[in-house]
């Protein structure tokens, strides 16, 4: 796992516009670092966000506690887990902002981006349980990932409230669930 003065750099160069001048050899050299600890985590810049994505659910998953669990609907304790991902991200929103402006047309960054975000939902449905409903479970992916990058969309281009973003998941969950039976098939652990 990188440490936070790797993903700092990283940010830090996104931030001032030189995301394309980073390479592997001048991090290292900079951060003191071995080449292998830094290519064995990431293969390249591009898997940077997903890399990131995965430090932040796993924050934002031992953010919830086992109270909020026990007194929280489902839809709370997903709402909760949506809007506080994207205020972890708050930190660094302009340099992911300018990282995703980079890779634009490249449809391999936003082919891992996705399976990241993917990733990210399942990580998060992965603490309910689910009745033997396999379609319904899966819609019920499809709808939160969708909901989830339409929420991020707006979050990238707001200030830092997060007010709008945080508005769009509360309207998009009370609409998943009165819209659709998904949330019946899941329960608490």
Do not use: C, H
């Amino acid at each position: 796992m990188l440490d936070s003065k790797v993903i700092n750099y990283f940010f830090k160069q996104a931030e001032i516009g030189d995301w394309d001048k980073i390479n592997f050899f001048e991090i290292e050299k900079i951060l003191n670092l071995k080449r292998k600890s830094l290519k064995s985590t990431l293969n390249d810049k591009v898997f940077f966000l997903s890399y990131y994505d995965r430090i932040i659910d796993k924050k934002v998953i031992n953010s919830v506690s086992k109270d909020d669990f026990e007194s929280s609907t489902i839809e709370e304790i997903i709402q909760e887990y949506i809007m506080n991902k994207l205020d972890y991200m708050n930190e660094y929103k302009y340099a992911i902002s300018n990282i995703i402006n980079f890779y634009l047309n490249n449809p391999k960054f936003f082919l891992i981006s996705l399976q990241s975000t993917k990733k990210s939902i399942y990580f998060l449905l992965s603490n309910f349980s689910f009745s033997q409903n396999a379609i319904k479970k899966k819609l019920l992916e499809k709808s939160l990932l969708i909901l989830f990058l339409i929420a991020f969309k707006k979050w990238l281009y707001e200030d830092s409230t997060n007010n709008i973003s945080f508005a769009l998941i509360d309207k998009g969950i009370k609409r998943i669930k009165k819209s659709t039976s998904l949330f019946e098939a899941i329960k608490k652990n």
